[in-house]
């Protein structure tokens, strides 16, 4: 059973619980039916005896009789004698009357137990079951109330066999048609659980399919009804797809790191086979030594960012979401980029008080300075960088990071969050490319939107809306750190 289809085994399991309800209910039915027919016969016994009961009169002399009318048999009976209507020995349904004394000899009538019961004594009325000459009897006896039939006793006698028989020959037929109703059974429910696991065989195909190629774009697309198995196999399709893509974005990933390492790695390597190829002057191994400490800084820097987004990535539970003055955190983060002095750029913060998110307060730091890193970094030299936390209109968090630099080109915002991406070759000798990239995932993680807008030699402008509810203080105006 361990290496059977699941169809078959669901048919095993459906052949076994229908056999068992099909026995129980054939013996049930063999008992149900032998105790209604053997109360039905009873109850015919009976009445058949209670009808015999009026045909039987006693008179005490033959004048009497002679003066009634119609068609009657006198059997002299203790000095008189007992009337009884000639139908008394009419054979009813196979039910046969007699009249016994109470010492168990025959008065009048006949019947097949006869012989084997003469001279056994009746003391009480009952109703019982014999067997004589291998055939089975219903016996009912009861004793005579008219005056003058004291001592006498009615007894009636019925077989059973032929009703006995038709209820074997029911048995008989319902053994020979069950059977075929349970195969016929079988038959329909192994082509129905077929027919219904026919997803499964899908699943089980496309995955195979998937597991021996490297073709994660192979979907089930089952069409059909909208049951459990064909939810099943939608959920399969939408798991290869967040796989493909997951996959495909670390093959990226890998492929843009790759590619991003190699080229200050490159520059190391050139510089110092360049360096030492022949003497140099102090001079010219101090300018290998600062080429190579530039190219260091921004391997290292790179490495770091890597880390950063993957440790957020597979660790994001790390990072408790709690409530978050983001007031005060936005004035640390301001106060401390400020100290830089990057390309003389002046530093504006307009941060109000009492302004709270649910949030990381290591994530949403890290994504203040990545923002105010990225203003610096394609900024105008001398120019200015203004930082803003406000309530919106729906009660929700603003925080904007807007700078005077060199904008973006409208058609490079659609992938300015993908990882490595830079929007022209003047940004290639520019930070690592992670930085919006980390942004955008510490939004997400906080369920917050983040916007982007810009124009080109006019300057860029980036804000984050978070979800939840927050209190604002009174609003400032905007200064320099």
Partial sequence: ????????????????????????????????????????????????????????????????????????IFVEYDGGYLEIDDDFLDVIDEVQTSLYSSEGHLVYGTNPLAQSLDGTPITQSRLWQTTEDGIRYEVYERTLK?????????????????????????????????????VL?????????????????EIERTAAEISEGDDLGRRINMEGPDDELHRLA??????????????????????????????????????CEYTLSKDRTEEEYVDAIRTIRRQGARMNGLINDML?????????????????????????????????????????????????VNGSRILLSRLLQNLISNAYRYGREGGSTEVRLFRSQEGKAVLEVEDNGIGIEAEHLPKLFDRFYRADSSRTRKGTGLGLSMVKRIAELHGADIYVRSTPGVGTTFSITFPEYCKQGEALAAEPV
């Avoid at 059974?185 to 065989?201: A, C, E, H, K, Q």
């Avoid at 990535?313 to 983060?333: F, G, I, M, N």
Wanted: aromatic share 6%; net charge negative.
């Fill in 185 to 201: 059974s079988l038959i329909g429910t192994y082509v129905t659980v077929t027919r219904l696991l026919r997803p499964m065989r």
């Fill in 308 to 356: 950063d987004y993957t440790r957020m990535e597979q660790k994001a539970e790390r990072y408790p979401l709690t409530p978050t003055d983001l007031s005060v955190l936005t004035r640390e983060v301001c106060s401390d980029m400020a100290m830089l002095h990057t390309n003389d750029i002046t530093l504006y913060a307009r941060v109000p008080d009492g302004i709270t």
């Fill in 1 to 72: 059973m361990k290496n059977r289809s699941i169809g078959f085994k669901l048919t095993v399991t459906f052949a076994v619980m229908l056999i068992v309800i099909v026995t129980v209910t054939f013996a049930m039915f063999r008992v149900v039916s032998a105790s209604v027919l053997r109360s039905s016969l009873r109850d015919h016994l009976i009445g058949s005896v209670e009808s015999n009961v009026d045909d039987v009169r006693f008179i005490k002399t033959m004048a009497e009789a002679r003066s009634l009318t119609g068609s009657s």
């Fill in 234 to 271: 939608d959920t399969f399709d939408d798991m290869m797809e967040r796989l493909e893509n997951t996959f495909e974005n670390e093959r990226r990933f890998t492929a843009d790191a790759s590619h991003e390492l190699r080229t200050p790695m490159s520059v190391i390597l050139a510089q």
């Fill in 146 to 182: 008219v005056e003058g039939t004291e001592g006498l006793w009615i007894r009636g006698v019925m077989p059973t066999t032929g009703e006995e028989e038709q209820l074997f020959e029911i048995s008989r037929i319902l053994l020979v048609l069950l059977p075929a109703l349970i």
